[in-house]
């Protein structure tokens, strides 16, 4: 079983950074593809981005591309996404998970099959 714990949400202005952090604990990661979603109130959860372990290939929701980046630290057993000119649409609660596979960068939520508790991610105006 894998544990994982998402970090670093917090309240920003509109135009800032935030990094989020997920780390990952138990049954080793290291040959899945992990990923990024968010849910914001009233609304289902989407797709962020997501990272095959092995090699390092990404993918990303077209809202988030050029402005959010997903990557991994092996040795940390650690996911980051680097969140860069926020704005108020980005404001959602962020969870980390592990997929079913190892190879498709899946951008559905039943693909992936262990969720952090997720992070509030606040955007102001």
């Known amino acids: 079983q894998v544990q994982l714990v998402e970090s670093g949400g917090g309240l920003v202005q509109v135009g800032e950074a935030l990094r989020l952090s997920c780390a990952v604990s138990g049954r080793t990661f290291s040959n899945y593809v992990m990923g990024w979603f968010r849910q914001a109130p009233g609304k289902e959860r989407e797709f962020v981005a997501a990272?095959?372990?092995?090699?390092?290939?990404?993918s990303y929701a077209d809202s988030v591309k050029g402005r959010f980046t997903i990557s991994r630290d092996n040795a940390k057993n650690t996911l980051y996404l680097q969140m860069n000119s926020l704005k108020p649409e980005d404001t959602a609660v962020y969870y980390c998970a592990r997929g079913r596979g190892t190879n498709y960068l899946s951008p559905l939520s039943y693909e992936y099959d262990s969720w952090g508790q997720g992070t509030q991610v606040t955007v102001s105006s």
């Open positions: 990272i095959r372990w092995i090699g390092g290939s990404t």
